[in-house]
């Protein structure tokens, strides 16, 4: 243990450097991409869309025998990101955001960093704010790499004939590619209502696992609850009930309502789950 | 040093590095863990904090460092209220809360760089020398591209000494630093922290081990069951200690007489041997004057008792329980 030179240990004129620095964040994204798990996530993530294309292109059902949507994926490849999506959205992109944002604060916790992170100090409302900053900048990176595998493997399988929309009309290939990249923000803004709520689920324990699997069975109850129609009151104050909204962009023209709805559903929830994860994480006393 | 010195001579008389007022924490309706704390850190101590396991010293050191709030009383570090100016004052202060804590599957070196992005004080272009320079401290540069998960305990704990020596400190609070290194690591450390004190850092060091108070302390609080027993420098706290003396005899009643009669108090017979407290007396006196008075001396010495026995006579127990 040699004595260090250079690096004196009392500096009496501190002030802090800057007010505003990218290093946290871009540190915490570091940290997710790192991570061997996550890779293998975002790999099993990637993999779907190009099992459903190569499915549909082994098989190609005739149209009016299967779902509406991966029938045309035949006509035009874009398709297939719609489908994909649509398939991921039903577990695997909300489990792997759940996943996510359990790990969060529990996950420092867990580990005992969380201690040291609060003592640096990171500040408990900047520490909410990368957190959730990482998640959605994963959030995006996962429904980017969806899309794109999906409309590589689409256009690569089926060309990029003319889009037919529901209403009967067809849609060139930039108006269609148009739409697609909305249905794919629409689909990421429903994934950072989850992270939001992920969030504070996470704030509540030290156990990752164990705030995954509460986010995700708190998803799951309400796709339940969605399906009961004598709870149609009930419907528009679940999270999940307009996550397939984006469906509507298949009609010609749009149909914007829903999504809209889906939209402030969206943000209602996000502001809700970063309101309780503040509340709660300014308060916690952190005793891992 | 030129920087010690100036530091120092900035400050008001009389302030200090950490300061509770009534320092209390009570975990939901239990028992207070930390009962009414009035703790003074002088600039510039190596302050030991002392106390058997579970007594709350470490619920004190959270309480300083702003993880958990206190139900009640106050704290400054270096001057600044907490938890309410952490942002000033942490940045100055390094700390190792309750052992190290490090993310698994990254190597030392990638966890350091963690820490220091989170760190709004440093400069980001000089974090390289900086991780080396730390590293370099602790003796652990040759495992530095090791992932977290392969280290010893003993090469956790150096990281996490590290952590904190990323910047320059003036105050290094730090939670039982020598837990889980060997005897050559121990020592390390606590050369480490003489060097650091050298240079002005204050130290705040907890521990369970009177050993390593009597090492490398200047002050000395010891806690027992929340509260705070005693706190004084440890020079003080010496001259608190009262030296007996001890004569080895067959003829134990003459001795006892002999002692009395020179003007010893609190004389005690036991078996083969009398103990006295020797005040001024000169020991050599004592021995001429049991020599005249034909006490047969099989042995003479002069006792005094050492740092533990002060600290179970203040706690009622000892000090080196549960390792």
Request: charged letters at 20%; aromatic letters at 6%; proline letters at 5%.
């Amino acid at each position: 243990m040699s004595a260090a030179e250079g690096v004196s240990t009392v500096d009496a004129g501190w002030a802090p450097r800057r007010r505003f620095s990218t290093r946290f964040l871009r540190s915490e994204m570091g940290l997710i991409a790192r991570r061997r798990r996550n890779q293998a996530g975002l790999a099993v993530l990637a993999v779907i869309p190009v099992i459903i294309a190569v499915v549909m292109a082994a098989t190609r059902p005739a149209p009016g025998s299967g779902p509406p949507l991966f029938t045309a994926m035949l006509d035009n490849g874009l398709i297939t990101v719609l489908a994909g999506l649509s398939i991921e959205m039903s577990l695997f992109l909300p489990l792997a955001v759940s996943i996510l944002a359990g790990d969060a604060i529990a996950g420092e916790a867990s580990t005992g960093t969380l201690r040291y992170l609060l003592t640096v100090p990171a500040g408990r409302v900047r520490l909410l704010a990368v957190k959730f900053g990482g998640i959605v900048a994963a959030t995006f990176a996962a429904v980017g790499v969806i899309a794109l595998t999906g409309a590589v493997m689409g256009v690569a399988l089926f060309g990029t004939g003319d889009m037919v929309t529901l209403s009967g009309t067809t849609l060139p290939f930039g108006e269609a590619l148009g739409r697609v990249g909305i249905a794919v923000l629409y689909v990421v803004m429903c994934l950072v209502a989850v992270a939001a709520i992920g969030l504070f689920v996470s704030t509540l324990t030290e156990q990752p696992i164990g705030a995954a699997v509460a986010m995700l069975m708190f998803i799951v109850l309400s796709q339940i609850l969605g399906a009961l129609d004598d709870l149609d009151w009930l419907h528009p104050f679940l999270i999940t009930n307009y996550w397939s909204s984006w469906a509507d962009l298949l009609r010609d023209p749009p149909a914007w309502d829903q999504m809209l709805l889906g939209a402030v559903s969206a943000a209602v929830w996000t502001a809700f789950g970063l309101s309780a994860a503040w509340a709660r994480l300014t308060t916690k006393d952190i005793t891992s | 040093m030129t920087d010690a010195t100036t530091v120092a001579a900035a400050r008001e008389p009389g302030s200090r590095a950490v300061r509770t007022r009534g320092l209390s924490k009570r975990y939901g309706k239990g028992t207070l863990a930390v009962d009414g704390l009035d703790l003074e850190v002088p600039y510039g101590a190596v302050f030991g904090f002392l106390g058997p396991n579970g007594c709350g010293k470490t619920t004190t050191i959270r309480m300083l460092l702003g993880l958990i709030e206190a139900s009640s009383g106050t704290a400054e570090l270096l001057g600044e209220p907490m938890p309410g100016s952490a942002r000033k004052a942490l940045p100055r202060i390094g700390a190792l809360v309750e052992g190290p804590a490090f993310h698994p599957y990254l190597s030392g070196v990638d966890n350091l760089r963690r820490i220091d992005a989170v760190d709004r004080s440093t400069d980001p272009a000089t974090v390289a020398e900086r991780i080396e320079s730390a590293l370099d401290r602790v003796g652990l540069r040759a495992a530095a591209r090791k992932r977290f998960r392969a280290y010893s305990l003993g090469m956790k704990q150096r990281l996490a000494i590290a952590g904190a020596l990323l910047r320059p400190r003036e105050l290094l609070i730090l939670d039982e630093p020598t837990n889980g290194l060997d005897p050559q690591g121990t020592r390390e450390v606590r050369s480490l922290i003489g060097q650091l004190a050298a240079d002005g850092v204050t130290v705040l060091l907890s521990t369970h081990l009177l050993s390593e108070v009597e090492q490398v302390c200047s002050h000395v609080a010891v806690m027992h069951r929340g509260r705070l027993v005693t706190q004084s420098s440890l020079e003080e706290l010496r001259a608190t200690v009262v030296s007996r003396v001890r004569v080895e005899t067959a003829a134990v009643e003459d001795a006892a007489r002999v002692l009395g009669g020179a003007g010893l108090s609190d004389v005690v017979a036991g078996a083969g041997e009398v103990t006295a407290l020797i005040g001024e007396h000169p020991p050599e006196k004592l021995v001429d004057a049991l020599v005249a008075e034909g006490v047969p001396v099989r042995g003479f010495g002069v006792v005094r008792p050492d740092l533990e026995d002060v600290f179970v006579s203040l706690t009622g127990e000892g000090f080196d329980v549960g390792g």
